[in-house]
């Protein structure tokens, strides 16, 4: 490449300021036995969300857990391109995505590993809710993106995209919830912002056996679980028990879900007539 | 993975034995098949180790490199992996037919290794705050016949016991600190695998939770749960894969049946290691 010699070329390799300021490790829950945010360890962040955001999508969905935001957007089922990937199976892609502003460090345009990673999991956990065998011959396209990440994105993301899902009309078992837990010894908080969760991966003492987290999606009305994912070093009752409590936290969404599906079916009747 | 196409009457006939607590080969639901396990093979690498599970075939070679450490973990080494679908495997692999498997189990292995428990990442580091060593794990697949995942994570643990990591002499002069890799083969140092974690795959095929599935049996399962499992019985990473559900009551007996499997094959395989370690034994490789 010719250089610019009017121009100060700067270094090849940047490294963003926040690589250098190494966070001190921080303890999840203070003197009053609250959160670094207020809240208690086993306190639900406050939740908003909508379907219908996006008009030219079939269907789609925003979701809200205070600084976690998410938006996606469901298009199918439409006719599969290739002639090799025929089913009598409707397929059912998920494209995961972090914006580039989103997290605190900047990310990079093109799919990372741990956006395909998350891809492959938002999959596992809408794959068992979809009635796949009535779309023969089709495919159904669901694209996430997470506008800011404020912790527990993955949730967020499962939550809405089974909103978009249900709001496009696509035919299912049952509505996808989900919930996270981060863990660290015998404490385990719930809804986990970025700081925690990043603070419960990054432990530096090899002392701790129990730090992690860890999310469960959830299908309430046939009391299944659709997917379930960990990290860190967790010990197998820590584990059986987080999962129990993030089945319970799911539930308490339930109702919040139905109620933003049956408003939108009301405002499109609104709109119609 | 590669196509296998039972008929409903094959899927029948697994099913029903399983509920005789029978298993097409004979095993009991906790059993593992056959096991060949082999290390130092590939003299090029650092460290390098086959795994032959029934029909699936793992090769994996280690090679380290000195780079510059992550500004955000100044005192610690890294680690990369990489996995490579050989054709040889079965022809869907050609092209780039295998990258959506090899980013998964890629993906579960870098976040089974992800605590820092796993290895001692903080022996990896040479300089602090300049200079590490960054591990480069090479899997090739060779052939498929099930449990995968399993196999994969055996071979990446036998290879880096087998990893030589070569001494390193540091001399202080007026431009700053000079580093000197030792190349002697025998002046090397060893990496601590004890609490390397092993994935275990519980498989759920009827109302059977079943670890080290055959190929036969993979596709009759609907749904199974991958957890890493350290020597000490802690999970270092879960995921859930295939396209049924799953209920609580049986994830969390899966979980225990997992932990009691991946205890026991840890500890035969760091077992078999020593052993094979302590005896000169002349390379096999793939001649049998």
Known sequence: MPTDTRRISGPEISHSPYDYCLTPPIDLIGADKKRLDGRLPAQLRPLFLRAGVISQARGSGYIEVDQTKVICAVYGPREVLRREDFSLKGQLTCDFKFTTFSCRLRRQHQQDNQEKDLSVQLLEALEPAVCLQKYPKSQINIYVTVLQNDGSALSAAIICASLALASAGIEMYDLVLASSVAMRDALTIVDPTEREEEAVLNKTHKAELNAGSMTVAFLPSINQVSAISSDGEILCETLTKSMRLCVENCLKLYPVLQQALVKHRLDKQADTS | ?288
């Open chain 2, 1 to 288: 993975m590669t196509d296998v196409d039972l008929s409903e009457a094959e899927k029948t006939f697994i099913l029903h034995s399983m509920q005789d607590n029978f298993r097409e080969d004979g095993r009991g639901c906790e059993d593992f098949r056959h096991m060949e396990v082999e290390t130092g093979l590939i003299s090029n690498t650092n460290g390098s180790a086959r795994v032959r599970l029934a029909s699936t075939d793992i090769l994996v070679g280690v090679k380290v490199q000195l780079v510059p450490v992550d500004p955000n973990k100044p005192n610690v080494g890294r680690i990369e992996f990489f996995l490579d679908c050989s054709a040889n495997a079965t022809p869907a692999f050609e092209g780039r037919g295998g990258e959506g498997l090899a980013s998964e189990i890629t993906a579960m292995l870098t976040r089974a290794y992800s605590c820092p428990s796993a290895i001692d990442y903080p022996s990896l580091c040479v300089l602090p705050g300049q200079q590490c060593w960054l591990l480069y794990i090479d899997v090739l697949l060779l052939e498929c016949g099930g449990n995968l995942f399993d196999a994969v994570s055996i071979a990446v643990k036998s290879a880096l016991f087998n990893l030589r990591i070569p001494n390193v002499t540091m001399t202080k002069d007026e431009g700053g600190i000079e580093l000197d890799v030792s190349d002697d083969p025998f002046d090397f140092k060893r990496l601590d695998v004890a609490g390397a974690p092993i994935i275990v795959t519980v498989n759920k095929i009827g109302h059977f939770h079943v670890v080290d599935a055959s190929e036969k049996e993979e596709v009759c399962s609907l749904a199974r749960l991958m957890l890493g499992i350290t020597e000490k019985g802690t999970v270092t990473a879960m995921k859930k894969e295939g396209s049924g559900s799953l209920d609580t009551d049986s994830i969390s007996e899966m979980i225990e049946s997992a932990k009691k499997v991946g205890v026991e094959l840890n500890k035969c395989l760091l077992n078999i290691l020593m052993t094979e370690e302590g005896q000169e034994v002349k390379p096999v490789g793939f001649l049998r």
